[in-house]
């Protein structure tokens, strides 16, 4: 059965301190889709990325990385450099080929950045 | 470009009530879904519907449903309220690729429904 883990519930930091949230999955199919969605307090998920099951490069956009791990089923997010605006709940997700557009998402990480 | 628009933004109903839950998508966008955030629960996946039908459906009881109208935008009902429907209740909006499972989703800010 397909399922999002990230067993980290809430993360605290300063600012400038880099941090990494985790993600692990479960999924039977062989072509399946990963995201990062965020949630800030106004309450809209904004997407951050997405990764199919094939491209397993690591991808940097400024601050944020993202690092896909078919051998360990992860998907780990990390923020260099943190800042309080990066404060909000942050969401991983999995779709498959099998069952389309049905996102399973895991249970949040909230992430308190203090100055 | 306007976003996904949601409304109402909060509401209260009791036990037992209907409520109906109006979604807007972004232009261009033809596949509409609904997810519920309930406190302790995470998002869980409700419906997608596409070009007026509904394509997908999550684990929720009859009473949760919903309809797409020509222009794409969407409502949803839920009939006999239960304080457990409490929740944030999100749409999110897509180009339809429906092959792929690769749609990025837009998310509107919710409406929040207090069952009391």
């Known amino acids: 059965a397909q399922k999002v883990t990230q067993a980290q519930t809430e993360i605290s930091v300063v600012e400038k301190e880099d941090v990494t949230l985790d993600c692990v999955y479960e999924?039977?199919?062989?072509?399946?889709?990963l995201f990062w969605y965020k949630q800030p307090p106004s309450g809209e998920l904004v997407f951050l990325i997405r990764?199919?099951?094939?491209?397993?490069q690591n991808e940097i956009s400024g601050r944020y990385s993202w690092n896909f791990q078919k051998s360990t089923s992860s998907f780990n997010f990390t923020i260099t450099a943190s800042q309080v605006v990066d404060s909000a709940v942050y969401f991983c997700?999995?779709?498959?080929?099998?069952?389309?557009?049905?996102?399973?998402f895991g249970t949040g990480t909230r992430l308190q950045v203090f100055p | 470009e306007a976003g996904v628009t949601q409304s109402p933004t909060h509401l209260i109903k009791t036990r037992g009530q209907q409520v109906t839950l109006r979604c807007s998508p972004i232009?261009?966008?033809?596949?509409v879904y609904w997810y519920q955030q309930a406190l302790g629960l995470g998002l869980q996946f409700l419906l997608w519907?596409?070009?007026?039908?509904?394509?997908n459906r999550g684990n929720f009881p009859p009473r949760f449903s919903g309809r797409q109208f020509p222009n794409y935008s969407s409502e949803l009902n839920v009939n006999a309220l239960e304080l457990e429907d409490s929740a944030l209740y999100l749409c999110?909006?897509?180009?339809?690729?429906?092959?792929?499972?690769?749609?990025?989703?837009?998310f509107g800010a919710g409406s929040r429904l207090t069952v009391l």
């Open positions: 997700a999995l779709s498959e080929r099998m069952d389309t557009d049905k996102l399973i």
């Open positions: 990764r199919n099951s094939f491209d397993e």
């Open positions: 999110a909006s897509s180009l339809a690729d429906s092959h792929s499972g690769a749609n990025v989703l837009t």
């Open positions: 999924t039977r199919d062989t072509t399946y889709y």
């Open positions: 519907y596409d070009e007026g039908e509904e394509r």
């Open positions: 232009s261009g966008h033809t596949s």
